[in-house]
């Protein structure tokens, strides 16, 4: 039997990415990493600042995300996104930019905790990326 | 009658008249291929969020507790109305179909003794119901530096609205945009977003169980605002579509018009060419006959 599935990751502008022969697709979820292998029970969970990783036949990927939200049902997974980049052909320039906007607005004093957690977290990833 | 200099000179400010609307009406064609080619791929962003959104509120059992931007404040007197329009002109009646549109709305929330609030997002719609509306205003947006039309653009007006909602400024919100459906036929809409429309939870019949991480209630919050800002998006792609649209077919008419009248106007000028030379020729005959 098969192990793969079909994921889709859309974000505004377009249809980001579309495979279907995944096998396994992590995801940085509010509440932790989630790995999702196929049949998997029907998920919605939201997404912190991460590293998306894709793992397919055709070998592994790995994405940035700012935010978004992840529904896994039938065997096909949709992930929303306001922001991604491709890992592979990522910008420098693009990161600092990210990093400074991030790092101005922890600055700001009328953030709340989880906005606080979510910031702190995206300066970490990027961090690890530069 | 004109002089024939007077007729030369009105031929060829018409002739340059065409040729500007010819060459806006071919950059809006242009334009409007790439707007067009961005709606539809904005499109499968906003259909799974409103997906997402309808499986997570079947799910969720106890509508009192609800997150606000769901159910509503339970109140329906202050109404928040975003109207959608163009930055730039000459794109026939794009605009003024928004307006018009949103204008009955107006009449009707005034008419029920409600409160009216109006943000305008781009300037000619502000500049159309300032007369009528000046003081209903409290907010105008326009995105005229910015080339392309962008998620992060929404997500401005999103959270505005938003920040608005969460201060209870409004009860209803409703945006106001022109739905493309093709070139010639743009349809004006009324959406509203806050509180989110029931009635279309019917149709999505799922029994669907999912799992939640972390709880329903607390997705569903961090979704709903998303979705405000996702809407807005739509509305503005579709939007950006439908000017371009317009604007398109508006400088198609012109130029025709303006072929038309360079036609009318060179057939008038050919014959008072020819009855100028009509007459001095008699005066010539009769001049020789009378020797």
Same mark, same amino acid.
């Given at each position: 039997m098969s192990e793969e599935y079909s994921v889709e990751i859309v974000n505004p502008e377009k249809s980001f990415l579309s495979k279907n022969d995944v096998t396994e697709v992590v995801v940085p979820a509010f509440e932790g990493e989630i790995g999702i292998l196929k049949d998997h029970i029907s998920i919605i969970s939201f997404l912190k600042p991460g590293i998306i990783k894709i793992f397919s036949k055709s070998g592994e990927e790995s994405f940035y995300v700012n935010d978004g939200i992840i529904e896994f049902k039938d065997n096909? +997974?949709?992930? @929303?996104?306001? +922001?991604?980049?491709? +890992?592979?052909?990522?910008?420098?320039?693009?990161?600092?930019?990210? =990093?400074?906007s991030a790092e101005e607005e922890l600055?700001?004093?009328?953030?709340?905790? =989880?906005?606080?957690? @979510? @910031?702190? =977290?995206? +300066?970490?990833v990027l961090k690890s990326i530069n | 009658m004109a002089s024939l200099d007077d007729l030369k000179k009105r031929i060829s400010s018409v002739k340059s008249t065409q040729k500007i609307?010819?060459?806006?009406?071919?950059? $809006?064609? $242009?334009?409007?291929? %790439?707007?067009?080619?961005?709606?539809?791929?904005?499109?499968?962003?906003?259909?799974?969020? #409103?997906?997402?959104?309808?499986?997570?509120s079947n799910g969720i059992s106890d509508i009192e507790n609800a997150p606000k931007l769901l159910s509503g404040t339970g109140e329906d007197k202050v109404h928040l109305c975003v109207v959608m329009t163009s930055d730039r002109g000459l794109c026939g009646g794009f605009n003024t179909n928004i307006i018009k549109k949103a204008k009955l709305y107006f009449q009707k929330i005034l008419d029920e003794g409600k409160t009216l609030k109006i943000i305008t997002v781009g300037t000619k719609g502000y500049d159309?119901?300032? %007369?009528?509306?000046?003081?209903?205003?409290?907010?105008?947006?326009?995105?005229?530096?910015?080339? #392309?039309?962008?998620?992060?653009? $929404?997500?401005?007006?999103?959270?505005?609205?938003?920040?608005?909602?969460?201060?209870?400024?409004?009860?209803?919100?409703?945006i106001f945009y022109n739905q493309f459906k093709n070139v010639i036929?743009?349809?004006?809409?009324?959406?509203?977003?806050?509180?989110? #429309?029931?009635?279309?939870?019917?149709?999505?019949?799922?029994?669907?169980?999912?799992?939640?991480?972390?709880?329903?209630?607390?997705?569903?919050? #961090?979704?709903?605002?998303?979705n405000i800002s996702t809407q807005i998006f739509k509305a503005m792609l579709e939007n950006s579509a439908s000017e371009q649209g317009s604007r398109m077919s508006a400088m198609d008419n012109a130029t %025709?018009?303006?072929?038309?009248?360079v036609d009318k106007?060179?057939?008038?000028?050919?014959r008072s060419r020819q009855a100028a030379i009509t007459k001095e020729l008699i005066e010539i005959i009769s001049g020789a006959e009378s020797l």
């Open positions: 096909n +997974l949709s992930i @929303l996104t306001s +922001l991604i980049l491709n +890992l592979k052909d990522i910008d420098k320039e693009k990161i600092s930019e990210i =990093q400074k600055n700001k004093s009328d953030i709340n905790d =989880q906005e606080k957690y @979510l @910031l702190d =977290q995206k +300066l970490e | 609307t010819k060459a806006m009406k071919m950059v $809006a064609a $242009a334009k409007l291929r %790439r707007a067009q080619e961005n709606a539809e791929k904005g499109r499968p962003y906003s259909d799974k969020m #409103n997906n997402i959104i309808l499986n997570l159309q119901l300032k %007369r009528l509306y000046g003081d209903k205003i409290i907010e105008r947006i326009s995105f005229k530096e910015s080339k #392309n039309i962008n998620y992060f653009d $929404a997500d401005k007006v999103g959270k505005i609205v938003i920040e608005k909602f969460e201060k209870k400024e409004f009860d209803v919100c409703a036929t743009q349809i004006p809409q009324e959406q509203q977003i806050i509180p989110l #429309n029931t009635s279309e939870k019917e149709k999505n019949s799922s029994e669907d169980n999912y799992e939640f991480e972390p709880e329903e209630d607390e997705i569903l919050s #961090n979704l709903l605002p998303k %025709r018009n303006a072929g038309e009248m106007l060179t057939i008038e000028y050919n």
